[in-house]
């Protein structure tokens, strides 16, 4: 089949940033944030982002680019038609339906919460009432679901339509409504009369607090923050054309998942040190039940209360949009490149397989609630076997791969455009590769258990 390309380099900065970032930017960071002590994990963040997330991302670019087919292809081609390897080309396909199964599901209540924020849904209500609705609504074994179909209709009808009609136009679209919204945020979280506190947890250092566990959930949240290791971005890579330059566009990429990590510290942190009580290190339930709260408590019920709630959520709504659509088009390139199906009908299929496994992890925390295999239900399981297991073996796999069985010249090749560009950066890059990157990534697979 005639292979697409992004129309413009733009376009697949935007395409390769949405992919990049996610929900996790917006609630694992701040949450690893608070939880870490502040601005001496993000100072150590940054630097692993650097040292782990650009270069192994950059490798995921490099083996796209150069194959310009499926994942699959991609490693069998590379490796010298060594079959070993073409497996290893199938695990992001079954990544990517799980992954996006569960992730579909809190992607839906993000839309959920527009909704609500919408429609002044929040106004009112005690923190008991909003921490009661939520359970309410994640146990009910219609409404998710409906929120979940919507958000994967949308994934599927922007990936039916191909490169440049559906992911770059939709990136191109998205990205700058997320940046839109993280500026209002972030100009009204400054307003509130806890700013300067929650401004100072997030930029002033206490490296008293900084402990081997800090750097270790400091180089784990580099690593999942960019998504490395499931092969989205290896997938985009394959609609780079030959004249971009793979570390430069690495680096934009990763500037932009950091900022909007940062800008959503700028948000949280302030909103809830602006609440007398509040820790900076709720976890997950932040931004589902205690954040809705703030925002009552911080703003009033006032128009700015209605804005802030409503951009905040609309944020988190384009952020699983633009991060779910690499995760669909992973799945539906396989079958379009390896089985020969329309890019439609693949859309479609995928779509529905991801819509009943979805199924099955929504209800899992309703009436299958005590329903669960090796002690975990279904929504938990899949994490743990994409976030825990394929994430960190994949991304090991692909430095072993490119630092020590692709044969060097190619990967030269690729850094430098065919030696039309100068990368004195290029030793560095191949002895992270080759050394430092699994030896860190082997220690973030130890530390998870």
Request: aromatic share 14%.
């Given at each position: ?205 206490d490296f008293s607090k900084v402990t ?219 002895f992270i590769i080759r050394y430092l ?13």
């Open positions: 089949m005639e292979q697409e390309n992004f129309g413009s380099k733009i376009g697949a900065i935007l395409a390769a940033a949405g992919s990049a970032v996610g929900l996790g930017n917006i609630w694992r960071f701040p949450t690893e944030t608070g939880n870490n002590g502040g601005a001496a994990f993000l100072l150590i963040y940054i630097g692993f982002m650097l040292l782990l997330g650009v270069p192994i991302m950059v490798s995921e670019f490099v083996i796209g680019r150069h194959s310009q087919t499926s994942v699959s292809q991609s490693f069998f081609k590379m490796s010298g038609g060594k079959k070993g390897w073409k497996l290893m080309g199938l695990i992001p396909v079954v990544a990517g339906f799980l992954v996006l199964s569960y992730y579909a599901v809190v992607a839906g209540w993000t839309l959920y919460y527009a909704f609500l924020a919408g429609i002044d849904g929040f106004a009112g209500k005690t923190p008991d009432e909003i921490g009661t609705a939520f359970q309410s609504f994640c146990a009910d074994p219609i409404n998710p679901l409906i929120w979940m179909a919507i958000i994967l209709v949308i994934n599927g009808l922007i990936v039916a339509l191909g490169v440049q009609k559906g992911i770059e136009r939709g990136a191109k679209i998205m990205m700058p409504l997320l940046f839109i919204f993280i500026i209002i945020l972030v100009a009204c979280s400054f307003t509130l009369p806890g700013a300067e506190a929650g401004l100072q947890f997030l930029f002033h250092p081997g566990q800090t750097l270790l959930n400091a180089m784990g949240q580099a690593f999942f923050s960019l998504s490395v290791g499931l092969c989205c971005l290896c997938t985009y890579a394959t609609y780079f054309k030959k004249d971009v330059n793979l570390m430069q566009d690495g680096l934009q990429v990763a500037t932009i998942d950091t900022l909007v990590a940062i800008c959503a510290g700028l948000i949280i942190f302030p909103a809830v040190f602006s609440i007398t009580g509040l820790a900076p290190s709720q976890g997950p339930s932040l931004v589902f039940v205690t954040l809705p709260n703030v925002f009552q408590q911080a703003f009033g019920s006032s128009i700015v209360a209605y804005i802030f709630s409503l951009c905040f959520y609309l944020l988190l709504v384009m952020a699983a949009l633009t991060s779910s659509i690499s995760m669909l088009e992973m799945i539906v390139a396989y079958f379009c490149q390896e089985r020969h199906i329309s890019r439609p009908v693949a859309s479609i299929g995928a779509t529905i397989v991801c819509l009943i496994l979805g199924t099955f992890c929504s209800l899992s925390f309703g009436i299958w609630k005590d329903d669960t295999l090796f002690g975990m239900g279904f929504f938990d399981l899949f994490d743990f076997i994409v976030a825990k297991l394929i994430m960190p073996i994949g991304g090991m796999l692909i430095c072993v791969f490119l630092g020590w069985i692709v044969d060097e010249k190619v990967l030269r090749a690729e850094i430098t455009n065919m030696g039309t560009l100068r990368a004195p950066y290029y030793p560095v890059f191949r990157a699994p030896i860190c990534i082997l220690l973030i697979f130890i530390s998870q258990f």
